[in-house]
């Protein structure tokens, strides 16, 4: 029988063998997991509305992503697909060129981790323009090597003590409109943010010596900040005329996240290149860049891949995740949560001075908490009270922002209303109490 003992030996552990960089935002150890439910080494059930921070969109431990997992690994882990090559490579990569938005020839490529996809996107960006520079976005995150932090605007925990940064990369002001860094206000604004690109590649940097924009359709840790409705068709239109390659980052809010496959879709907006990674392959593994075929096509033999690039197991995984969305029609099901959550949030917002915004696409919401609606003074340690009391409740909760004030939900899509009405009951709590104690 597990104790509290058993956490605290586990505790002891962490800190003693383990650096304190990669930070921990529950002091919980897993013992199991399944659909939207965590347990922990004492026996205590969580509602996870963290999901493995947004990979767990088909859940946790679902049967049919286990038995893929279990049947490759009987077949083979591991031939390297440099030296023997493997059907489930092709086959992912032919489905997700068929699901992924843009209408053209593409190509798919297979990595590990997130921050791995966007360093290869970039790879593949200045190869085939012969350009140098990338431009992104205020509030972006990108990664934690040293391309994706360079990439990154969020200095504390991501970039201090971290330089010198990778050269040539660029930043424009971010799609926020609730802080809008320009002082205008939407959509009188006819999106200046959009026109801001233009702008940049007139007075800062040359359209020829600029080979990407990169930007997340909707800004995850930044806030979960959603651009106005037109703002990618003006940015995807202004690199399109100054061969600029744009790519689009759907590492969090793709596979049914915002209700659709992929966010950008809401946008009607073609990127040229598509990162993706965390829900891809539910926990396991894997990312991946897909988009123009001629764009990753161009890098000579050899200059792209890597060991573990596009392992066999996890693009099962992958495989039986998107069997799932089809089986399951996860997608009709991300909408009506989607729904369910933003009807409740803003009944909150009626009730509760301390949201300042709610904000979001599908289900991909978050709740930016300010101690004061006119001055919208950021709320940081009331938003990790937030998250503190829902943790006592039984609900593992996180947070993001920029400024650390927001309330992100990044629900496995296959939670029960039950489980799902449990978790709300749950955060209603602890955002009432955070709010009496700030009013
Ligand atoms: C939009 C976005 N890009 C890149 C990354 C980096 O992914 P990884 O942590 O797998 O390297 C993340 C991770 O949170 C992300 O949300």
Redesign the pocket.
Known sequence: MSTRETTDRLSRQRTRLVPRGPYNSTPLFAETAFGAVVKDVEGRSFIDFAGG??TMNVGHSHPKVVAAIRDQAEKYTHTCFHVVMYGPYLELADRICRLTPGNYDKMALWLN????A?ENAVKAARYFTGRPAVIALDHA????TLL?MSLTAKVRPYKRGFGPFAPEVYRIPAPYCYRCSLGLEYPGCSTACAEALSLFLKTQLSAEDTAAFIA?PVL??GGFIVPPKDYFQKVASICRENGIVFIA?E??SGFGRTGRMFALEHFEAEPDLI?V??SLAAGMPL?GVIGRKEILDAPHVGGLGGTFSGNPVSLRAALAVLDIFEEEDLLARARILGQRLRERFDEWAERYQIIGQVRGLGPMIGLELVKNRGTKEPAVEETARVVRLALEKGLILISCGTFGNVVRTLVPLVVSDEQLEQGLAVMEEAIAEADREAG
């Open positions: 921070i947004g981790s997130g921050a791995e966007v995150f990108h990664g934690r994706g997340e995850g840790e980052d590492i969090q990162t990674a965390k990312s």
